[in-house]
């Protein structure tokens, strides 16, 4: 690895399961003290990255390096330098909170005294303090999910994998993960986020890498992704959700993409090249087909708008088999 500040380096990463080609050359570098977001739908290859860079699988070419160590001929080095969470809450259900952070801080080789500090302190992080005397199979899927990100720092790691880390929190959480994962990044550490949530990889990614099918399609920050996308968004609301096809037809004809359309909200949106010439002549269609629109703006392209320029899907829609 020729970059003392790259903290995780992959080059042509490739792995396939039968007829699946999870890993197509994917390529990644990650400096310490960065958040790099790793987007893409079920069944991109996200997983399949986390697996090789933390060790657990092995690609059948390419070659990584995790903290200046050779995943595949230096996994021990490897493990001592990374935390990871990974996509369900990996806890011993039997213990409680405190005692599972401890067993891992002595498992890292911390003496008694400073595993119980760190368990300790990462309790109070994680707001767990009044569960942490409480075997963790009575902790909410949202407690569980807490005590599985702190044990991956118990180890206070060099580079920090996050598989979907926020899957099941509820906002409160969320927010509080948020937090924490910019902390690590202040303090120097390299962070790998794998997410569906867009707005979570706008709020913390330095860098945004998007995968589809194995291939590395797009990267960048938040911003160069969506300047990729080009024009605007044009975003209504119909008053009526049966007037949604009349209303995503109209889009259809103005617009530069696919609509999308949600019938419990009755929101329709699109890109359009034109700006306030297409909002001006979507209304003044759907004012001829009775549609009553109740909200109506142009926004700036949102991530999801990137996933479906560069694959046609959006962010959250599964594609084949391979995580």
Known sequence: MSQPDTAVRARALVKTYGQTRALDGVDLDIPAGHVLGLLGPNGAGKTTTVRI????????????????????????????????SGQY???????TGYENLYMVGRLYGRRRAAARARARELLARFQLEEAADRPAKGYSGGMRRRLDLAGALVGEPAVVVLDEPTTGLDPAGRLDTWAVIKELAQDGAAV????????????????????????VIARGTADELKAQTGGERLE???ASAHDLPVTLRVLREVGSSEPTGDEHTRRAGILVDTGPKALIEALRRLDAEHVTVQDVGLHRPTLDDVFLSLTGHGATETEGAAK
């Open 236 to 238: 209504l609301v119909v």
């Open 53 to 84: 860079l933390t060790t657990l699988l092995r690609p059948d070419s390419g070659e990584a390096w995790v903290a200046g160590h050779n995943v595949l001929t230096d996994r021990d080095a490897v493990r001592r330098e990374i935390g990871l």
């Open 89 to 95: 809450a990996a806890v011993d259900e039997n213990l």
């Open 192 to 215: 790998l986020l794998t997410t569906q949530y867009l707005e979570e990889a706008d709020q913390l990614a330095d860098t945004i890498v998007v995968i589809d099918k194995g291939r």
